[in-house]
């Protein structure tokens, strides 16, 4: 069974970190463009970030996330990473992955996209 999980959601003081975890089992990542959508309560799911498939352009990133966010990959463990730094209370979502085969990230046009996979969602919560 193809499936996508996220984890490393939580509670997080404004201005801390965490990296959330999107592992893959069933297929093999390398081979699909990866891309990590959030959503808040009342809002529209937003496109945060974009990882190609192997060979493909660099990265993306939604302006929300430019210069805090990092995406990268693991082939190893069949992972795809976002490291968020600085978070601030617009931060708080379900942040969910979503797997596209063989596509190269390129600007905003990622969020835009129908993906083959997705994960269920993990919370993350920015607060004092």
């Known amino acids: 069974q193809r499936q996508l999980v996220e984890s490393g959601g939580g509670l997080v003081q404004p201005g801390g970190s965490l990296r959330l975890s999107c592992a893959a089992s069933?297929?093999?990542?390398?081979?699909?463009?990866i891309a990590w959508f959030r959503q808040a309560p009342g809002k529209e799911r937003e496109g945060v970030s974009c990882i190609s498939s192997r060979g493909g352009g660099p990265a993306a990133y939604a302006e929300s996330g430019k210069g805090r966010f990092a995406i990268t990959r693991d082939s190893a463990k069949n992972t795809v990473y976002l490291q968020m730094n600085s978070l601030q209370p617009d931060d708080t979502a379900d942040y969910y992955c979503?797997?596209?085969?063989?596509?190269?990230?390129?600007?905003?046009?990622?969020?835009?996209?129908?993906?083959?996979?997705w994960g269920q969602g993990t919370q993350v919560t920015v607060s004092s």
């Open positions: 069933g297929f093999n990542l390398d081979y699909y463009a």
């Open positions: 979503a797997a596209l085969v063989g596509y190269s990230c390129s600007g905003s046009a990622f969020a835009k996209l129908s993906y083959d996979y």
